[in-house]
Each structure stands twice: as C-alpha cells, then as structure tokens.
C-alpha cells in the first residue's frame, strides 16, 4: 500500500480535453466527481462525535468523558460494555468494525484513531 502511495505521487498522467464538452459527466467547466467520500471527516468532528456517543452511555458519568479516557480504568466499563460502545460507534458512523480491531478499542483515543484513519467514516 505505502509503494502503491509513493509510485502514484510521482506518475504524471496525460488527460485529453477533447470531446469532453459532448459528455454527459462534464457540466458548466468542470467535471462531475462520483465519489461518495469526498466528505471525510475531520478528526475534530470525530472526536466530537465519538465522546457524544460514549457521554450518551447509560452507564458512564458524562463529566467523566475526555478523549484520554479509558474505558475500563477510567470508567469502569466491563468488556460487554466495551462491545456495546464499539457497536453504537459502528452505528454512528456507518462503518463495520471487524472483530479483531474492536477488540483493540478500549478507550476514547484508539477510538477516534480508528475512525479516523477508516475510509469509509461518515
């Protein structure tokens, strides 16, 4: 992946402007972009969001919330309550978190991490 980054920084490709006036997916000088994630989130809206999520937790103290905080030292979550904030996160950012990886997220900072870094965050 990082080769595949580095390979596409210096490859220059010629683009042809020609016809492109005829194309459906030209509009008034500029071309259209099909991307759905062109949106991605900052970190800072991140982190926003994930501390509304885990201040909204029945069973945490919301003064308590910060982006340090830990779950289960700080908060005094147990593992099913880690599972259960990992999978309010998935829901508000509509993304899948796979087992493996939710398994690492134990505290507000992994968890905005996470996100963040995650293509497909919303």
């Known amino acids: 992946m990082a080769l595949r980054a580095a390979v596409l920084r ?4 010629a683009v042809q402007t020609r016809g492109l006036e005829s194309n459906p997916w030209f509009t008034s000088g500029s071309i259209r972009l099909m991307s759905s ?16 999520v885990i201040k909204s937790f029945p069973k945490v103290d919301p003064s308590r919330v910060t982006p340090e905080v830990h779950f289960q030292k700080d908060l ?13 996160l998935e829901e508000e950012f509509k993304l899948e978190i796979p ?3 939710a398994d690492k997220i134990d505290s507000c900072n992994l968890a ?4 963040h870094n995650h293509p497909l965050s919303s």
């Open 37 to 52: 994630h062109d949106d991605h989130l900052t970190k800072e809206e991140v982190a926003d969001r994930v501390l509304s």
């Open 99 to 101: 087992d493996k990886e």
């Open 76 to 88: 005094g979550l147990d593992s099913l309550d880690n599972v259960e904030i990992v999978m309010a």
């Open 112 to 115: 905005i991490e996470y996100i």
């Open 10 to 13: 210096h490859v220059r490709v």
